[in-house]
């Protein structure tokens, strides 16, 4: 049997996953990256994205919009703004969360702020193409 580790993955709503895995590919805010067991330690800001679980050879997606990953001797421990599996998604309001973000940037004065507000928005449009296309089903 591979390797596995420990890996919690915990929102403000709840505790999203906490078991023994063989990997987890997060979204890191300077590019993904994959943790296996005996990985060294890390912190690292993740974005919006898709963090991909690997337990028994089989991968569980969960769309995480933000936080913070701890890699340590205990395992990995990701703090999600927002953490949904994919079968618990509701498409339709995270389209209508995509328009209002669209919506909203028309507001926004040039600088850094819009500049964040854009970013996010590709992200999150990003998350969608990816659970709309084949792969994803």
């Given at each position: 049997?591979?390797?596995?580790?420990?890996?919690?993955?915990?929102?403000?709503?709840?505790?999203a996953?906490?078991?023994?895995?063989?990997?987890?590919?997060?979204?890191?805010?300077?590019?993904?990256?994959?943790?296996?067991?005996?990985?060294?330690?890390?912190?690292?800001?993740?974005?919006?994205?898709?963090?991909?679980?690997?337990?028994?050879?089989?991968?569980?997606?969960?769309?995480?919009l933000?936080?913070?990953?701890?890699?340590?001797?205990?395992?990995?421990?990701?703090?999600?703004?927002?953490?949904?599996?994919?079968?618990?998604?509701d498409?339709?309001?995270?389209?209508?969360?995509?328009?209002?973000?669209?919506?909203?940037?028309?507001?926004?004065?040039?600088?850094?702020?819009?500049?964040?507000?854009?970013?996010?928005?590709?992200?999150?449009?990003?998350?969608?193409?990816?659970?709309?296309?084949?792969?994803?089903?």
């Open positions: 049997m591979a390797n596995t580790f420990h890996f919690d993955l915990v929102s403000p709503e709840k505790i996953f906490s078991g023994e895995v063989e990997q987890v590919d997060v979204p890191g805010v300077e590019g993904d990256f994959g943790v296996l067991a005996g990985h060294s330690p890390l912190v690292a800001s993740i974005r919006p994205g898709i963090l991909t679980v690997t337990v028994g050879g089989k991968n569980e997606k969960i769309i995480v933000g936080g913070l990953a701890e890699v340590s001797d205990k395992g990995l421990t990701v703090l999600a703004d927002t953490a949904t599996s994919l079968a618990e998604l498409r339709v309001a995270f389209a209508k969360q995509i328009e209002e973000m669209e919506e909203n940037l028309k507001d926004k004065e040039p600088g850094s702020a819009l500049d964040r507000a854009i970013a996010r928005l590709d992200h999150f449009k990003v998350i969608q193409q990816r659970i709309t296309s084949t792969g994803m089903h």
